[in-house]
């Protein structure tokens, strides 16, 4: 079982684990010859630290009835998934290459039938706070004492399902549920700011009754002294505002709207594995 | 004459026949289910006592969800529920849930395949004075079209409240299309309720004509059936009260048996049951098939008779439809 408490990684081995889990995704996508590689390498670090610090979870028995849940809602982001799957030991790493082909386990988007491990199926967008918050919901009836977090994207905050399932989770005071948005600024027809401002985000968060964290999403410290947060607060949900860099590793990647919906081509995808091998 | 099998009321035809809203027959299943079953939970986007779940809200308040006038949120919430192991029913109108929150039941339940239960009250030309807007007639096509999702259109109180239990008993996302409207409670306690089993209530030697349907247009057909017997036109009346999976067997044999066919509801010509017969007749058995449902268009405002009168839905619309299918089949 790995816990927060029996596998104290330091900083820079989650590091490690993070760089890893991004090369296997530029290999994945490639491989793939379509995706999202913006988004899936921004999210590498907050993916490693729930797989291998925050989630109490057993790759080996991977529905144990009180493992902790996790809901991506923005599916097209799930190759940092599967890869950080893959990692923490839930399948062979080789099965990484199979993404997006005929009868794979790992669909284009994540598919609850094909892999239970996933918890939902996701894709379209600013529905997986509503399902988490309904499993939320569910998980209390019971006095279950698990934690259910979801992942969203920034984008899709321009979904009206996505606003009512924030103000059903501060309605029910859904403290045990954890939301992580990955604000890097992006979608796919330009900067969100452009397509449609978010801002003040962190203050309508608060005005729908949220506890708000913000943090930089490429920071470990950050990010598991904001989980610590979310854990002690016992009447709202929480929302962990990470500011992400799109594409975060690749020089040639970072920052561009045009990756958010692109994969690299083999001459891009060499130099790619060259430089996160090089700052591994 | 009345199939004995089925055990239908002994008023069928009769001015005593008592009239119940279908809606409260789906109110009073969910109260005993939650008796039986600690595992239903019902869910609401702010119409409870529209929905009839008021009742079961207040004996099982721990297992009642307010939801706001969000039928997206409602229904994902509802995929969560009923993904962590709860059996979930998510009552709105049907207008708006299934009608708005389409994208939502499509990859949340039915692609992630979780045993939401959906009702949807409030359909057709019945709804009456709300008018068009609320007068759900595409729901049947939407929600057939989705795979792993049942779909189940009871035709009065009793049976609405049976389609309950059987909704609850599948691991399955079922849809309940549940009308608003009084309705003759024409079946009893005794008559079978099988989901996926179509029910012969009317049954005639030598028939000419095989009328289906479900809802309210159950009573219309057997109405017209009667009026048609009077005149020398035998048939057979089939509630068809499970749309998919469509009882295929019982449809095959009785077109075979009339190579005539009039298909009755409370929805648009295109998509419903009528769309579901055509496309298993078409290709299995070909037979003269008549449509008598909402020739595409919009309802509106009105007392449910007049718009049943006005939107060509009563037993005499059936019964000139069983005639022009016959006369089709001869000539």
Same mark, same amino acid.
């Given at each position: 079982?790995?816990?927060?408490?029996?596998?104290?990684?330091?900083?820079?081995?989650?590091?490690?684990?993070?760089?890893?889990?991004?090369?296997?995704?530029?290999?994945?996508?490639?491989?793939?010859?379509?995706?999202?590689?913006?988004?899936?390498?921004?999210?590498?670090?907050?993916?490693?630290?729930?797989?291998?610090?925050?989630?109490?979870?057993?790759?080996?028995?991977?529905?144990?009835?009180?493992?902790?849940?996790?809901?991506?809602?923005?599916?097209?982001?799930?190759?940092?998934?599967?890869?950080?799957?893959?990692?923490?030991?839930?399948?062979?790493?080789?099965?990484?290459?199979?993404?997006?082909?005929?009868?794979?386990?790992?669909?284009?988007?994540?598919?609850?039938?094909?892999?239970?491990?996933?918890?939902?199926?996701?894709?379209?967008?600013?529905?997986?706070?509503?399902?988490?918050?309904?499993?939320?919901?569910?998980?209390?009836?019971?006095?279950?004492?698990?934690?259910?977090?979801?992942?969203?994207?920034?984008?899709?905050?321009?979904?009206?399902?996505?606003?009512?399932?924030?103000?059903?989770?501060?309605?029910?005071?859904?403290?045990?549920?954890?939301?992580?948005?990955?604000?890097?600024?992006?979608?796919?027809?330009?900067?969100?700011?452009?397509?449609?401002?978010?801002?003040?985000?962190?203050?309508?968060?608060?005005?729908?009754?949220?506890?708000?964290?913000?943090?930089?999403?490429?920071?470990?410290?950050?990010?598991?002294?904001?989980?610590?947060?979310?854990?002690?607060?016992?009447?709202?949900?929480?929302?962990?505002?990470?500011?992400?860099?799109?594409?975060?590793?690749?020089?040639?990647?970072?920052?561009?709207?045009?990756?958010?919906?692109?994969?690299?081509?083999?001459?891009?995808?060499?130099?790619?594995?060259?430089?996160?091998?090089?700052?591994? | 004459?009345?199939?004995?099998?089925?055990?239908? +009321?002994?008023?069928?035809?009769?001015?005593?026949?008592?009239?119940?809203?279908?809606?409260?027959?789906?109110?009073?299943?969910?109260?005993?289910?939650?008796?039986?079953?600690?595992?239903?939970?019902?869910?609401?986007?702010?119409?409870?006592?529209?929905?009839?779940?008021?009742?079961?809200?207040?004996?099982?308040?721990?297992?009642?969800?307010?939801?706001? @006038?969000?039928?997206?949120?409602?229904? %994902?919430?509802?995929?969560?529920?009923?993904?962590?192991?709860?059996?979930?029913?998510?009552?709105?109108?049907?207008?708006?849930?299934?009608?708005?929150?389409?994208?939502?039941?499509?990859?949340?339940?039915?692609?992630?395949?979780?045993? @939401?239960?959906?009702?949807?009250?409030?359909?057709? @030309?019945?709804?009456?004075?709300?008018?068009?807007?609320?007068?759900?007639?595409?729901?049947?096509?939407?929600?057939?079209?989705?795979?792993?999702?049942?779909? &189940?259109?009871?035709?009065?109180?009793?049976?609405?409240?049976?389609?309950?239990?059987?909704?609850?008993?599948?691991?399955?996302?079922?849809?309940?299309?549940?009308?608003?409207?009084?309705?003759?409670?024409?079946?009893?306690?005794?008559?079978?309720?099988?989901?996926?089993?179509?029910?012969?209530?009317?049954?005639?030697?030598?028939?000419? /004509?095989?009328?289906?349907?479900?809802?309210?247009?159950?009573?219309?057909?057997?109405?017209?059936?009667?009026?048609?017997?009077?005149?020398?036109?035998?048939?057979?009346?089939?509630?068809?009260?499970?749309?998919?999976?469509?009882?295929?067997?019982?449809?095959?044999?009785?077109?075979?048996? %009339?190579?005539?066919? &009039? /298909?009755?509801?409370?929805?648009?010509? +295109?998509?419903?049951?009528?769309?579901?017969?055509?496309?298993?007749?078409?290709?299995?058995?070909?037979?003269?098939?008549?449509? &008598?449902? @909402?020739?595409?268009?919009?309802?509106?405002?009105?007392?449910?008779?007049?718009?049943?009168?006005?939107?060509?839905?009563?037993?005499?619309?059936?019964?000139?439809?069983?005639?022009?299918?016959?006369?089709?089949?001869?000539?």
């Amino acid at each position: 079982m790995l816990t927060n408490m029996a596998t104290n990684l330091p900083q820079d081995e989650l590091r490690a684990h993070a760089q890893a889990i991004r090369i296997d995704i530029i290999k994945m996508l490639n491989q793939a010859g379509s995706g999202h590689a913006g988004g899936s390498l921004g999210m590498a670090d907050i993916f490693t630290a729930l797989y291998f610090r925050v989630m109490h979870h057993e790759p080996e028995n991977p529905l144990w009835e009180d493992r902790d849940r996790l809901f991506l809602s923005n599916g097209h982001i799930v190759p940092v998934r599967y890869a950080a799957m893959a990692h923490a030991g839930y399948f062979p790493i080789s099965a990484l290459k199979t993404l997006r082909k005929l009868d794979s386990d790992l669909q284009g988007h994540p598919e609850r039938v094909r892999m239970p491990a996933l918890e939902t199926t996701s894709g379209p967008l600013g529905s997986g706070l509503g399902q988490a918050a309904g499993y939320a919901y569910a998980a209390r009836m019971d006095n279950r004492r698990f934690r259910v977090y979801c992942v969203t994207s920034d984008g899709e905050h321009n979904e009206g399902n996505h606003w009512e399932a924030v103000m059903f989770a501060a309605k029910y005071k859904l403290s045990h549920l954890t939301l992580f948005i990955d604000r890097n600024n992006i979608q796919i027809d330009g900067f969100t700011n452009d397509v449609m401002p978010l801002e003040p985000l962190s203050e309508k968060y608060k005005a729908f009754n949220w506890n708000v964290i913000q943090i930089d999403g490429h920071d470990f410290y950050q990010i598991l002294s904001a989980v610590e947060q979310a854990r002690s607060e016992y009447q709202r949900p929480t929302v962990i505002i990470a500011k992400t860099i799109p594409g975060k590793g690749v020089s040639f990647m970072e920052n561009k709207f045009e990756w958010h919906g692109k994969v690299p081509n083999d001459e891009e995808a060499k130099r790619a594995i060259k430089e996160l091998q090089k700052n591994a | 004459m009345l199939n004995k099998t089925a055990h239908v +009321s002994e008023a069928m035809f009769s001015k005593k026949i008592e009239s119940v809203p279908v809606r409260d027959g789906f109110g009073e299943g969910m109260v005993r289910l939650g008796r039986e079953n600690p595992l239903v939970v019902a869910l609401t986007a702010d119409l409870k006592e529209s929905t009839r779940i008021h009742r079961f809200a207040a004996e099982f308040p721990d297992r009642f969800i307010e939801c706001g @006038v969000s039928e997206q949120g409602m229904i %994902t919430v509802a995929s969560g529920l009923a993904n962590y192991g709860k059996i979930p029913f998510a009552c709105s109108f049907a207008a708006f849930s299934p009608g708005r929150n389409w994208e939502q039941i499509r990859t949340t339940i039915c692609l992630n395949d979780v045993p @939401v239960k959906i009702a949807g009250l409030f359909v057709g @030309v019945t709804v009456g004075a709300d008018g068009a807007t609320h007068q759900m007639l595409e729901d049947i096509s939407l929600m057939r079209s989705l795979p792993n999702m049942i779909v &189940v259109a009871p035709s009065d109180a009793i049976e609405a409240r049976k389609a309950v239990i059987a909704a609850a008993s599948i691991n399955k996302p079922v849809y309940l299309r549940i009308p608003r409207v009084e309705s003759p409670v024409y079946t009893t306690e005794e008559t079978p309720f099988e989901i996926g089993k179509a029910v012969t209530i009317w049954e005639e030697k030598n028939p000419q /004509v095989t009328i289906i349907a479900h809802g309210v247009m159950v009573y219309e057909s057997l109405l017209a059936a009667r009026e048609l017997s009077k005149k020398g036109i035998m048939s057979i009346v089939i509630n068809c009260h499970t749309i998919k999976p469509l009882d295929d067997q019982a449809i095959i044999h009785a077109a075979k048996l %009339t190579d005539a066919v &009039v /298909v009755a509801e409370e929805h648009q010509q +295109s998509g419903g049951l009528g769309g579901a017969i055509s496309e298993l007749l078409g290709q299995q058995y070909p037979a003269y098939i008549e449509i &008598v449902g @909402v020739a595409d268009s919009f309802g509106q405002s009105g007392k449910p008779k007049e718009l049943l009168e006005r939107y060509g839905l009563t037993a005499e619309h059936i019964a000139q439809a069983a005639r022009r299918v016959i006369k089709r089949k001869n000539s």
